[in-house]
């Protein structure tokens, strides 16, 4: 993965691009709260020669803070300028987790510019299917990114899945963290707050590829349900698995998701 630094409209991102066929339209890759781009690197060894642009949302990773907080539909509009930047028209856009709130705002809000769109371990935003309170609280702190051994302690029961039997895949997770501010992680939280997509899922006319993990006890697998109903063009996909399955099923993940771009493409 490439890694530079981009001025978009007085905003510093910093950029990361998985160079892979050219012939390949590229993947744009929103990632989940308070993760900077290298925590997706186990995926992106996956998808192999599928191209992705990512970036550390501001006040994540490497991205300084914007000077005030930010909506979803700010990220959107700072996307578009980002791929202006890049050279890129049209993209197929992926959001994980927290980041498929982001995924389906730049769907909706520069619709010409996503062709395909996968939302993986999301929801459609505020009005959701929340998981355990125990599990959010939890969430509600950026404490586990900090502090291995409390990530450990608490993986299995916040993330599910693999994590429940081997919490030591935890520090194997943690070592690409990249920490940057309490703050940037709070900004987050703050954008999510209100937000939802209920209002005008229906009104997508991209195919979309949902995948939920069945072990996942943030965003329980009702919710991909849900927006697979409302969304027009949606089709679900469970995987077995907890709420980081992008990570640790990873190559399952970018199968799946492979077959989904190069299908819709013909």
């Not at 943690?174 to 209920?198: E, K, N």
């Not at 991909?224 to 996909?237: D, M, S, T």
Request: glycine content about 10%; aromatic content about 8%.
């Amino acid at each position: 993965m490439q890694i530079s630094l981009h001025d978009v409209g007085g905003q510093a991102l910093r950029v990361g691009i998985h160079r892979g066929d050219a012939a390949r339209l590229p993947l744009l890759l929103y990632n989940g709260i308070g993760a900077n781009i290298e925590l997706v690197q186990p995926f992106l060894d996956a998808l192999d020669a599928q191209p992705v642009i990512l970036f550390d949302v501001p006040g994540v990773g490497g991205s300084p803070p914007p000077r005030l907080p930010y909506r979803p539909s700010t990220i959107a509009r700072l996307t578009a300028q980002l791929l202006d930047q890049l050279g890129y028209p049209e993209v197929d856009v992926l959001g994980v987790s927290w980041g498929g709130a982001l995924a389906q705002q730049f769907a909706f809000q520069h619709r010409r510019r996503c062709r395909r769109l996968v939302l993986a371990a999301t929801s459609p935003g505020h009005l959701m299917v929340p998981g355990r309170p125990s599990v959010l609280l939890k969430m509600a702190t950026p404490r586990r990114y900090k502090d291995p051994d409390y990530m450990q302690r608490i993986a299995g029961d916040v993330y599910g899945g693999a994590l429940r039997g081997a919490p030591e895949l935890a520090r194997k997770h943690l070592r690409h963290i990249r920490w940057s501010s309490d703050y940037g992680y709070y900004l987050q939280l703050f954008a999510g707050f209100g937000w939802s997509s209920l209002p005008w899922l229906r009104t997508l006319s991209q195919p979309t590829l949902i995948l939920a993990g069945t072990d996942d006890p943030i965003v329980p697998v009702v919710n991909a349900r849900i927006l697979a109903r409302l969304i027009p063009k949606a089709r679900l996909v469970t995987i077995h698995d907890g709420h980081l399955f992008l990570v640790t099923s990873a190559h399952d993940s970018a199968d799946i998701i492979l077959e989904f771009l190069s299908n819709a493409a013909n």
